[in-house]
């Protein structure tokens, strides 16, 4: 695939390297979003506009009017979307931007990844399009693969019905392969407890939509957490769309080469876990030598072991100096 001429930055607002801005997978949506030759664009959870400044460029010469929906936007964004007016900047929900807003012809999800909110937003938008009279929009969603797959995880808990949450871990560290929560991996504000079961995960909401309807295509490409792609196959630009993303939708290779990323990148985290712990261990053991030093109880027992063990003691003031020197 050829590079594109456009200034990409996907680790802007990601100092981690984590990969978790849809920039990373430019190369395979913009083509599809050339095939599909929208008028306008929406983007939910635009966050700092990482993603919306590529669109803006994108669609610079194509007169693509861009709406970025985001209830807390970073300052980044909010300048940019000051200084760009085919940009609307809309500070509100996702599922109450998306009932304002002109349907646009490509729709982008990246917002809160839980199973509640994503299949209300593919209900509204749905909705929309079936009041206008119009085909469903190409509908893009980010965290299609782990660990949002098959796992709610919530920006504001407080924000979702009660009986549609999940059972929810503050702070959870996220591992692959671990179904639960453990001590190390991938740090998230709120967390379902447990990874699958029924309505549980992005995937498994764009699934369930797909399922329920005739006429719809989910095409899912397993890199960077996931992109997928809903779209009918009755509209107008569905085969040039799928000519794109076949050689990528499930692509066995990708799926192993996102398996060891994720496995990698939670390992990191797990790793500087332990060296945190470790770190935090090694000082209160230092605080406790320091007390030692000075209390008379050590300046007895090192007079004795001097004593006992004839002239070479088994601890001496100087050794635990060197020792905390060291450290």
């Known amino acids: 695939m050829e590079r594109l001429d456009l ?13 978790a801005s ?9 083509p ?6 929208p008028g306008s664009v929406a983007e939910v959870g635009a966050y700092a506009g990482d993603l919306t400044r590529v669109i803006l ?12 929906i985001d209830p807390a936007p970073k300052e980044e964004l909010i300048q940019l979307a000051e200084g760009h007016p085919e940009l609307e900047l809309i500070q509100q929900i996702s599922l109450e931007g998306l009932r304002h807003i002109t349907l646009p012809d490509a729709v982008i999800l990246d917002g809160d990844h839980n199973y509640y ?10 909705q929309r399009a079936a009041e206008s ?3 469903l929009p190409l509908v893009i969603l980010h965290d299609v693969g782990w660990p949002h797959a098959r796992r709610d ?14 059972p929810i871990v503050e702070g959870p560290r996220l591992y692959p392969g671990v179904p639960g929560v453990r001590s190390g991996g991938l740090p998230y504000h709120w967390a379902a407890a447990t990874e699958g079961g029924p309505r549980n995960g992005v995937l498994t909401a764009a699934e369930d939509f797909v399922e329920g309807r005739e006429g719809l295509r989910l095409a899912v490409i397993p890199a960077f957490f996931g992109l997928g792609m809903i779209w009918q196959l009755a509209s107008s630009w ?16 990708l799926e192993r080469l996102e398996e060891n990323r994720v496995l990698h990148l939670a390992s990191s985290h797990f790793q500087l876990a332990e060296a945190a712990r470790q770190a935090e261990q090694n000082a209160r053991k230092d605080e406790l030598l320091r007390e030692m030093l000075k209390s008379r109880a050590f300046t007895f027992a090192e007079r004795l072991s001097w004593v006992h063990q004839r002239g070479k003691p088994a601890f001496t003031r100087d050794a635990v100096r060197k020792l905390l020197a060291g450290r």
């Not at 460029?57 to 970025?68: I, L």
């Not at 909110?117 to 749905?126: A, W, Y």
């Not at 569905?238 to 290779?253: C, F, K």
Request: glycine letters at 8%.
């Open 57 to 68: 460029e994108w669609g610079s010469g194509r007169g693509v009017r861009t709406v970025a």
């Open 7 to 19: 200034q990409i930055d996907p680790y802007a607002s990601d100092p981690g390297h984590w990969g």
């Open 238 to 253: 569905s085969d040039a769309l799928a000519e794109i993303v076949d050689p990528w939708d499930r692509n066995p290779l």
């Open 133 to 135: 009279g119009a085909l």
């Open 153 to 166: 995880s919530y920006y504001a808990p407080e924000e979702i019905p009660a009986e549609h949450r999940q």
């Open 22 to 30: 849809l920039a990373t997978l430019a190369e395979i949506m913009f």
């Open 117 to 126: 909110t994503v299949s209300e937003e593919l209900r509204l938008i749905e």
């Open 32 to 37: 599809c979003l050339d095939a599909v030759a």
